[in-house]
């Protein structure tokens, strides 16, 4: 199935979802974006939104804007990122609402462009007059999103943007909920590495690798922190040297490294450049997985086989599925596991990563993946942040977020968080799945969860 095809199907599965939910009716918003409207509250303007919401107390809803991108380069991941904030809001309102009042969700579709991001978070705040915003998926997108959102003196939650370049500019209202910014990625890569040679699994170590990555904040984010380059930060004149890098630190020469253009389809090219490097390592930074598809059904028609291969796109069920056992011994860096099992909160109450998936599951047909459990904790904060302010004033939202400590953290499914002055979470670690035999298995860091798996290695040959 091509990449265009396959975003096609993830929308039309995420159709089906939101029409078994309520009444479903497709727009088009006024910056040109496809959008889709559910629950038991549509809006009656000139249908430029996707609404969800339902019961959940009396009064004026709380409304909650969100610009996903549910169509165009990363639509799978923004599809599920919908139905993530979809799940929470539906959970929240059949516990009595937040305050009091029921929660609504207006969800626009911004066809992963940047310039559709700002013009739709502009229209959330001036015409639409959210009371809350909850971030997009991509750091391409969130650095201009939330520009305006702290332009306008709004919290942003970030579910998925962990470039450096976001949270170096000094902004008070941004909030990361996942581990680490992402140059930090290769950081867990070469630690599990390193742990299981000494548990003997990886007992004939790469020593050589290619690093290739996508011309977008994300992934050249993640191919710095490997290869230690340095991030300049936009509007300053501020430095990050990450020399020498995360592969030089653990003894393993870089012998490729190259950047594929937006739009880029020559995957076989690609594929044949980096057989011949004959690196034993290759590690794919992007933030499509439709691109990391490309990219090993390429590998796989040229027979490069390596060790190990290291993608920051794949733990989606629809990667193996478009790849049909091509996925078997890729590993991937993950902020969530359904093994992991964190407590969190809703409504004052425990809601543990468990409920989450039971729920999810029932309400869904199908059990959750990342891309459904970061938004999902992005809408549990908040909500917390709702509760402990005892209001929407977002002011003083920013506040009681800014005033958390790992003694007294906002919880969620995917664990506790503070934040630093930048906004990046205090004391967090990426997890890391591997692919093997169709199942996404939990392997490191190991001894913190029940329910790792050995990590499997050499990387199986290609099914």
């Known amino acids: ?47 430029d939104t996707t ?11 709380i409304v909650v804007g969100a610009s996903l991108p549910l169509t165009g380069e990363f639509s799978i991941a923004g599809s599920k990122h919908a139905a993530g904030y979809e799940f929470c809001v539906d959970e929240i309102n059949a516990r009595g609402g937040l305050l009091g009042r029921p929660v609504e969700l207006i969800v626009e579709d911004n066809r992963s462009d940047p310039e559709v991001v700002v013009s739709q978070t502009e229209r959330f705040i001036n015409v639409e007059n959210v009371d809350i915003l909850f971030g997009t998926f991509s750091s391409l997108l969130t650095f201009p999103a939330s520009a305006v959102a702290q332009q306008n003196g709004m919290v942003y939650p970030v579910p998925s943007g962990g470039a450096l370049r976001l949270w170096e500019r000094g902004f008070d209202n941004m909030f990361y909920f996942q581990q680490k910014p992402a140059e930090f ?44 380059g340095e991030v300049t930060i936009p509007d300053s004149d501020k430095v990050v040297d990450l020399a020498p890098g995360f592969l030089a630190d653990a003894g393993i020469d870089l012998v490729f490294d190259e950047v594929w253009p937006i739009g880029y389809t020559d995957w076989l090219t690609l594929a044949n450049s980096i057989r011949s490097s004959g690196a034993e390592l290759l590690a794919i930074a992007s933030a499509s997985p439709d691109e990391v598809i490309s990219l090993v059904r390429a590998l796989q028609t040229v027979d490069y086989n390596p060790k190990a291969i290291y993608a920051s796109q794949g733990a989606q069920t629809e990667f193996a599925e478009a790849l049909e056992g091509g996925e078997n011994g890729i590993f991937i860096h993950s902020v969530w596991a359904p093994t992991a099992n964190f407590e969190g909160q809703l409504a004052g109450d425990t809601y543990t990563n468990q409920d ?74 990426y997890l890391v799945v591997q692919w093997q035999e169709g199942t996404l298995e939990f392997v490191f860091p190991v001894g913190e969860f029940p329910g790792t798996v050995d990590f499997v290695f050499p990387k199986p040959e290609w099914q």
């Not at 995420?14 to 918003?29: H, I, M, P, R």
């Not at 609404?51 to 009064?59: Q, S």
């Not at 000494?198 to 011309?215: L, M």
């Open 356 to 429: 989450f998936i039971d729920g999810y599951t029932e309400a869904n047909g199908a059990a959750p993946d990342e891309d459904e459990a970061i938004p999902f904790a992005v809408c549990q904060g908040m909500e917390q942040a709702v509760i402990g302010a005892e209001t929407t004033d977002n002011a003083a939202m920013i506040e009681w977020l800014r005033g958390r400590t790992e003694a007294d953290p906002v919880k969620t499914i995917m664990g506790d968080f503070s934040w630093d002055d930048r906004g990046l979470p205090i004391g967090r670690d």
């Open 51 to 61: 609404t969800t919401g339902g019961d959940g107390g009396d009064g004026e809803p």
């Open 185 to 228: 990625t290769g950081e867990s890569v070469v630690n599990l590495l390193d742990y299981y040679g000494g548990e003997g699994i990886v007992d004939d170590p790469p020593t050589t690798a290619a690093v290739v990555n996508a011309d977008d904040f994300f992934a050249q984010a993640i191919a710095n922190g490997f290869v230690g």
């Open 1 to 47: 199935m091509s990449s265009r095809k396959a975003s096609i199907a993830i929308l039309a599965v995420l159709a089906l979802v939101l029409a078994a939910c309520g009444e479903t009716a497709t727009t088009t918003t006024a910056d040109g974006g496809a959008t889709t409207t559910s629950g038991e509250s549509p809006t009656t303007d000139a249908g």
